[in-house]
């Protein structure tokens, strides 16, 4: 029996945070298990916990939209499939949806937001990966190649993510970590930490080159790609505030590319 299996409880630790899904059944623990391997501590304490009732698929849709807001000092999730509530003062919330891990997987990124909004730091559409010690972030729209880059990685890389990046500002400066979110390359990320050297913005063209790219558009170009699901103003302004911070301590730069393995040569 798995630590998780015993307790009634899986640990996912992401970015130096664990939050605990708990449930009765074991079945959907099992799922969460292989879900986020790489991702599960046995024998922690989490920093968050969640109760996990689960119901019969109905009508509601992940492709709804989410909608996340505060109601008597409770933070509210909610999408078709799914509606969860967490307490940030107890830590601990529930959350109601069928037996399937993209509920979980949307729920865990909103609380990710939260917890991370208030510290500087933010979740990014963007792959990364670790080279020489260092982390390396790629940042684009859907088709901007981010799972391209990842695919592409040479060896001496690990990716961390093709989809979604974690990004925190810890002492010492910026550090990016690996993510079990993942994109078009159907696999889990590495579960890593360094600091962060570079981000780019990504665009394809012709040929492989870097260029500078200004503040006012770097901070914009960060901005457009950050997950942020919350309704709320003091935290909007909070990541608002964060990608400032980012572009005055962070490189941005802008990386054209060619789909080919060349292009991490510029990468150092």
């Known amino acids: 029996m798995t630590g998780a299996a015993a307790n009634g409880r899986v640990d996912i630790c992401i970015g130096g945070v664990t939050v605990g899904v708990r449930s ?4 959907f623990r099992r799922l969460l298990e292989h879900r986020y ?12 916990e969640f109760e996990v009732e689960l119901t019969q698929p109905h009508e509601g849709s992940a492709d709804d ?18 509606r969860a509530e967490w307490d940030p003062a107890t830590r601990r919330g529930r959350i109601r ?17 939260l917890v991370l909004a208030r510290e500087g730091g933010f979740l990014l559409h963007a792959a990364s990966a670790v080279r020489n010690g260092r982390a390396f972030v790629f940042s684009g729209v859907s088709g901007a190649g981010k799972t391209t880059l990842a695919r592409l990685a040479p060896p001496d890389a690990d990716v961390l993510t093709d989809e979604i990046s974690y990004v925190r500002k810890e002492a010492g400066g910026y ?22 050297d570079t981000i780019y913005l990504l665009a394809q063209g012709a040929e492989n080159r870097v260029s500078d790219v200004g503040k006012a558009e770097a901070a914009r170009g960060i901005l457009a790609n950050m997950l942020f699901f919350a309704e709320d103003a003091e935290l909007v302004r909070a990541v608002f505030l ?5 572009v005055e301590h962070v490189p941005v730069l802008r990386l054209t590319f060619r ?8 990468i150092r």
């Open 24 to 27: 009765s059944d074991a079945g």
């Open 37 to 48: 391997a790489g991702f599960v501590e046995f024998g922690a304490s989490p920093d968050y």
């Open 65 to 82: 939209d989410v909608r996340v807001y505060r109601s008597n000092g409770l933070w509210l999730l909610e999408r078709g499939d799914f």
């Open 97 to 113: 949806q069928s037996a399937n891990p993209y509920s979980i997987d949307t729920v865990l990124r909103i609380v990710h937001t």
């Open 175 to 196: 550090y990016a970590y690996g993510t079990p979110f993942a994109g078009e390359l159907a696999r889990v990320g590495a579960n890593l930490r360094a600091p962060l």
């Open 242 to 246: 964060s990608a400032l911070d980012l």
């Open 259 to 266: 789909p080919e393995a060349a292009a991490w040569d510029l």
